[in-house]
């Protein structure tokens, strides 16, 4: 069975798109699915830098050390070496486009809209909050892991 290279996508690569990744590669080890996933942002804000203090504990609840994680920016490479790129909210999308080299395999999707029934919803950006929000995003992201985890078994069964 190929390898499937997953990358999330939001504008930071610090608060949402890290617990998505977080969630997608517990939920395929759990299905023993073998894939490459990675997460980025459209903005070059962060890169190099660990994961928000906010996100870093999030995930420490769900057991999950994400500590080592670095900012990186999405690049026109990311369209030819990713079977899917998945953003977080419209905005993301629209600079996800701008970045889109138009020849590259990719397929590109906001994450909420695999999920049955979330069609159109956004994951919201939890960076100007609370620790609250994060738990939002955790349960927002950690369904979005779980719908892609059903397309990709579903595609190679
Ligand atoms: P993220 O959140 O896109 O979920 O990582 C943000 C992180 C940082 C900023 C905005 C959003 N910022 O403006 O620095």
Request: aromatic share 8%; proline share 5%.
């Amino acid at each position: 069975m190929a390898k499937h290279r997953i990358l999330f996508v939001c504008l930071g690569n610090i608060c949402r798109s890290p617990l998505a990744e977080a969630a997608f590669r517990r939920a395929a080890a759990e299905a023993s699915l073998d894939v490459e996933v990675d997460s980025a942002g459209t903005a070059d804000y962060h890169v190099g830098e660990p994961p928000d203090p906010r996100s870093i504990e999030e995930a420490e609840r769900r057991g999950i050390d994400i500590r080592h994680y670095r900012g990186r920016q999405l690049s026109t490479r990311d369209f030819h070496e990713f079977d899917f790129i998945l953003g977080m909210d419209r905005s993301n999308m629209a600079n996800i486009g701008r970045v889109d080299p138009g020849d590259g395999k990719a397929r590109v999707a906001m994450l909420l809209d695999i999920v049955p029934g979330q069609e159109g919803r956004e994951v919201a950006d939890p960076w100007y909050g609370g620790p609250e929000g994060f738990s939002t995003t955790w349960h927002e992201v950690d369904a979005g892991a779980r719908a892609l985890l059903a397309v990709l078994l579903d595609e190679t069964a």
